[in-house]
Structures are given as C-alpha cells and as structure tokens.
C-alpha cells in the first residue's frame, strides 16, 4: 500500500528562523513560503536529496497547526506522509480493519493538489500519517 | 550540509504489534527486530522505496526510548536521522553558530554501525535531529 515517504511535516513557531536554520546552518534547499488558507497553515519546503521536510506554521483562524503549538510551543514534527497509487483502496482496506480515518473518511485536496487522507494517531503508535495519493507517472525518477 | 534522510524513528510500546501493521496493513516491507544492547533500544526496520522508518522499543534498563515512550504511551516519532558527508565538519560548523550536540559534543557509534550525533531539539523547533556519517560510495544510488 504504502509507497514513498512524500514528506515530515515540522510544525515552528517561527517560519522564517526555521527556514534561515535549514538554509544557511544545515545548507538544505529551501524552497520560499507559500500560503494556504484553505488548510490553514503557510508552509516552506526543504528539498532533501531523497525526500521532503514541510514547515509549517498556522495560518488565520482555527490552523490545525495552532493547538499543536500551544501543547509544544518551540515546535515539533507534526505528520508524516506516505504515497499511495490508489487512495479509495487504501481507505478501504484501512477501515476494513478497523483503522480510523480522520474527518468524514474522505479524501480532500492536500496542499499539493492531490487527494490526501489523514488517519487516527492512535491507530499508528502516536503518529499522524498523512496519505497522499501520488500517480506512478507523477512520481520523480 | 545534509544530505538524505537516512530514516524516521517512531518509538512503539509493542514492537511486534507496529511491525505487523507496517507489514500487514500499510504492506510496507518490514524487516526483523534487531536487540541493539548498547544503545538500548530493539529496531525493526521498515523499507521504503525512498527512506527508512525505525520502529524503536526501549531494551534493559536506561533506554533513552523509555522516558519518551513514559510522556507518550501511545508512542510517537522520536527523532529524524539526516546523512552527512563529514560529521566532523559539520559538528564544528554547527557548535561555532551556537547549535548544540547532546553528550559530549562527539560522535558515538550507532546503530548502523556508522558516526553519530544528536542535536538538541531546543535548537531545532522542538525536533530531536540525529546527524549520521555516511560516505558518499555507501549510499545507495
């Protein structure tokens, strides 16, 4: 089921030091901010060689990023994602066995323009795992 | 600086019970548990096409895996691991901008039988971030 780690996603208080310490300390690519209202959060990406980390910081109202932050103020990794080729039949074998899917059970847009799920930490070890459904074709190399 | 992500570590409360969901439910490719003594932690590995997920669970006594899995029963992720290509280096880079490496500010053998540190989270929003040694003609292509 499970394919590619797509992402961790770090929920920072501060997303401009966050950026500069993964530019200029730790000498990554990082990509500039970019907003998303409609999830809430204004995120930049790190290119790693193999994979990404997200930053992520609330924003406007009711962010799912904001009470994460009251209950870890200097930050912390908030998700991880997997891909998945088929996300419908990845929910169902997942609520087939018993797994919870957060929300209505159903796929949204992620911040990628892709469909993406995210299920119940406590289902995954504390975890919160974000699936994102990513086309074979779409996949780098 | 960094280069790939070697691996996320998740610490489980029961070893078998993660692995058998990474392998039967999100059909990842898991390998066998690994009793690490002298870091206190037994490892299961779980491949991906891009990374690595390390289940960890506390082994003896004086885990550094048992205090967190103490505050987070469930379990929860535990630190990221980035390679880089001259620990050295990058341990005095990081130590001259302010950064702090746990322990005594050298690298240890880890569990990949490669050069370790781990940097305080306090200095990285809240996110326990493990530098690892890997010779570039090791990585795997």
Do not use: D, H, K, L
């Given at each position: 089921m499970i394919g590619r780690l797509n992402h961790v996603a770090i929920a920072v208080p501060d997303l401009a030091a966050a950026a500069a310490k993964y530019r200029d300390l730790l000498g990554a690519d990082v990509h500039h901010p970019h907003d998303h209202p409609e999830h809430g959060v204004t995120v930049v990406f790190v290119q790693l060689e193999n994979t990404k980390i997200e930053l992520l910081t609330p924003l406007g109202?009711?962010?799912?990023?904001a009470k994460f932050l009251e209950n870890n103020p200097s930050g912390g990794i908030h998700h991880i994602c997997y891909e998945v080729s088929d996300i419908a039949s990845s929910i169902r074998t997942l609520v087939d066995a018993g797994a919870r899917v957060l929300g209505d059970g159903k796929p949204r847009i992620g911040a990628h323009g892709l469909p993406v799920v995210f299920l119940h930490p406590k289902d995954f070890d504390g975890t919160l795992i974000e699936l994102e459904e990513v086309k074979p074709e779409l996949q780098p190399a």
């Open positions: 109202e009711n962010s799912p990023v």
